[in-house]
């Protein structure tokens, strides 16, 4: 096992700083993998994470700490995966931070920046050791506007939001897709630091343990970030999104990368009729028991009854109008189903998110609210725009 290596040509002096001093506490206190020396401590030799379960009251734990840092966890791919509870459990047990989670109930994991806007979600309490938890039927930006807006937990802000750790990587355009980025993204625009995370995930050649080894090597970053930011030290208006390769625990260590143009084919599959009906037959079962169920928490019975009678004179005189003088149109009626596949990339430079990922370095992006634009861009759109404009007058 290779510890991961902090070099100094690849983060900020501050940070490495800050990266050299809890590595090198984690081998005196614990050793290189990080293990607690506490004889008191079990050895945790499971490769299951914390599980989570419904709790029958919405009242929050009380776990809270006034004197330690408050931390927001989230997540894409629900509150259910082991990224989010291993690193739960870890920040947890070090016994250093106010642990609060807020993530989707089911995978988001490509819902982008989505909000659940006029829809009502559903938030339930959930029992994980030592922490507050809530899990939320909405998407990662919903968790983490609702968490902040005040209505939710009784403090206003965190100190540091952690988005993660996601199963898959979020390189390049996948940063737009991406919900465990916008997760990170929304707590920026809510001027809150911090920090996505995600793992390069293969199908088959990963397994569930691998998220517990990411723990090991992001949590000294997550360490040194929470320690910068009580300091007021680190930049402002920026987020970090680390990319952690395949095998953890063999990184080559932490390298400042830059978003790069990787991006996957979408392909958009026909599926026939009939098999989508078949396939969609239980689907259909289930959305109708939760509309039923919004029917119910929205309006009354007589209400709903007042509205499909309104509904259904109006399709009856839709349809006397449409029968006069024109002939039946029979709807063609297409299923598809979108998949990404990845695509060769073109991109050669070694400081390229994905690029750092393929040769085993844990790839940390900034990533600003503010979108930079080329300089020759710039000059074209702004020569386009007034030649543009000069036509038009």
């Keep these: 096992m290779t510890t991961p290596v902090v070099k100094n040509n690849f983060l900020p002096p501050g940070l490495v700083s800050n990266l050299e001093q809890v590595l090198l506490s984690r081998k005196t206190d614990g050793g290189e993998d990080g293990e607690s020396s506490n004889p008191n401590e079990k050895a945790d030799d499971s490769t299951k994470p914390v599980s989570s379960s419904n709790k029958g009251d919405s009242s929050e734990p009380s776990v809270d700490d006034g004197s330690k840092p408050i931390i927001l966890v989230t997540n894409s791919d629900g509150i259910e995966s082991p990224g989010l509870s291993y690193l739960v459990e870890a920040l947890v047990r070090q016994g250093l931070y106010n642990v609060h989670v807020c993530a989707p109930q089911s995978d988001k994991s490509t ?14 309490s959930v029992d994980i050791n030592g922490a507050t938890a809530y899990e939320v039927s909405g998407t990662p930006v919903d968790c983490v506007s609702l968490a902040l807006c005040g209505s939710l937990f009784t403090w206003s802000k965190p100190l540091l939001v952690i988005s993660g750790i996601n199963k898959g990587f979020s390189c390049g ?3 737009f897709y991406s919900g465990v980025v916008a997760g990170a993204r929304e707590a920026l625009v809510n001027g809150v630091p911090s920090i996505s995370i995600s793992l390069n995930w293969k199908k088959d ?3 569930e343990s691998d998220f517990k080894d990411a723990v090991t090597v992001c949590l000294p970053l997550i360490q040194a970030m929470i ?3 009580e300091k007021d030290v680190f930049p402002k208006s920026c987020s970090l999104n680390v990319e952690i390769p395949t095998s953890p625990l063999t990184n080559k260590g932490f390298k400042v990368t830059r978003q790069s143009l990787w991006r996957s084919t979408l392909i ?7 098999r989508h009906q078949a396939a969609s037959r239980f689907a259909s079962q289930q959305n109708n028991a939760m509309q039923l169920a919004q029917l119910g928490r929205d309006a009354s019975a007589a209400g709903a009854a ?8 109006n399709i009856e005189m839709v349809e006397s109008v449409g029968a006069a003088g024109k002939s039946d149109f029979k709807r063609t009626v297409k299923y598809f189903r ?5 695509k060769e990339q073109e991109e050669e430079d070694e400081d390229l998110d994905f690029k750092a990922l393929e040769n085993d370095f844990v790839a940390v992006t900034p990533i600003s609210l503010y979108m930079p634009v080329e300089t020759e861009t710039k000059i074209a759109a702004s020569e386009w725009i007034s030649s543009a404009l000069q036509v038009e007058q």
């Design 111 to 124: 819902s982008g920046h989505s909000l659940s806007l006029k829809e009502t979600i559903e938030v339930v």
């Design 173 to 175: 355009h996948h940063m």
């Design 205 to 207: 050649g990963s397994k």
């Design 227 to 229: 320690r910068d930011v």
């Design 268 to 274: 958009w599959q026909a599926i026939s009729g009939t």
């Design 306 to 313: 007042r509205r499909l009678a309104t509904q259904k004179k």
């Design 338 to 342: 979108l998949e990404m596949l990845d």
